[in-house]
């Protein structure tokens, strides 16, 4: 069993930054690769970033590439996304996940354990 608890969003001004932060208890999490995803309302929950156990291999939606970079620390059981130039349409609750082992890293039904996520609001 694996908890996820996501914190560091908030309300800024398109062209900002932001830090996500998803911090993992339990023991499995060094060996399973993470994702996060994003629900905007009204929208489907759509693949943002994920990253491979040992941080080695990282994979991006074609829409955040070069804005928004993923990065772990199986030290201290935490994922972080780090958003650049944030736009309006990066207004989402976003989420973090523990995926399963195989299937495809862009695709919600293969990850387990999902955060309870955290909100991120860019205004105009």
């Known amino acids: 069993q694996v908890q996820l608890v996501e914190s560091g969003g908030g309300l800024v001004q398109a062209g900002d930054s932001l830090r996500l932060s998803c911090a993992a208890s339990?023991?499995?999490?060094?060996?399973?690769?993470m994702g996060w995803f994003r629900q905007a309302p009204g929208k489907e929950r759509e693949f943002v970033a994920a990253?491979?156990?040992?941080?080695?291999?990282?994979y991006y939606a074609d829409s955040v590439k070069g804005r928004f970079t993923i990065s772990r620390d199986n030290a201290k059981n935490t994922v972080d996304l780090q958003m650049n130039s944030l736009k309006p349409e990066d207004t989402a609750v976003y989420y973090c996940?523990?995926?399963?082992?195989?299937?495809?890293?862009?695709?919600?039904?293969?990850?387990?354990?999902w955060g309870r996520g955290t909100q991120v609001t860019v205004s105009s």
């Open positions: 339990g023991r499995t999490f060094s060996s399973t690769s």
């Open positions: 996940a523990v995926k399963k082992f195989g299937g495809n890293y862009k695709d919600a039904e293969d990850y387990r354990y």
């Open positions: 990253i491979s156990w040992t941080g080695g291999s990282t």
